[in-house]
């Protein structure tokens, strides 16, 4: 399940010892903040784009392997001949 930065901000700030109540708006917006600079730091891709990366991909692989069983078949005839 995909949590939002937000989502995973305010667990984090609800996780802290009850001491912390007071200054738990700051903290969570400190979570939130240090959690979307390091996001940003990723080499991140859509969902979309990785999905039809992959198809492609696959695609790619059927093509390759028709091709080397021709490839095969070719110099097998060849071998016979």
Same mark, same amino acid.
Do not use: C, W, Y
């Given at each position: 399940?995909? %949590?939002?930065?937000?989502?995973?901000?305010? +667990? #984090?700030? /609800?996780?802290?010892?009850? /001491?912390? &109540?007071?200054? %738990?708006? @700051? $903290?969570?917006?400190?979570?939130?903040? $240090? *959690? /979307?600079? /390091? =996001?940003? +730091? *990723?080499? *991140? $891709?859509? %969902?979309?784009?990785?999905?039809?990366?992959? @198809?492609?991909?696959?695609?790619?692989?059927?093509? #390759?392997?028709? *091709?080397?069983?021709?490839?095969?078949? =070719? @110099?097998?005839?060849? &071998? +016979? &001949?």
């Amino acid at each position: 399940m995909v %949590r939002s930065i937000e989502d995973i901000a305010q +667990r #984090l700030a /609800q996780a802290l010892p009850p /001491q912390f &109540g007071p200054v %738990r708006d @700051e $903290v969570r917006a400190n979570f939130r903040a $240090v *959690l /979307q600079s /390091q =996001l940003s +730091r *990723l080499d *991140l $891709v859509p %969902r979309e784009e990785f999905e039809a990366t992959r @198809e492609m991909l696959a695609h790619t692989r059927r093509k #390759l392997d028709a *091709l080397e069983r021709e490839v095969e078949a =070719l @110099e097998a005839e060849r &071998g +016979r &001949g």
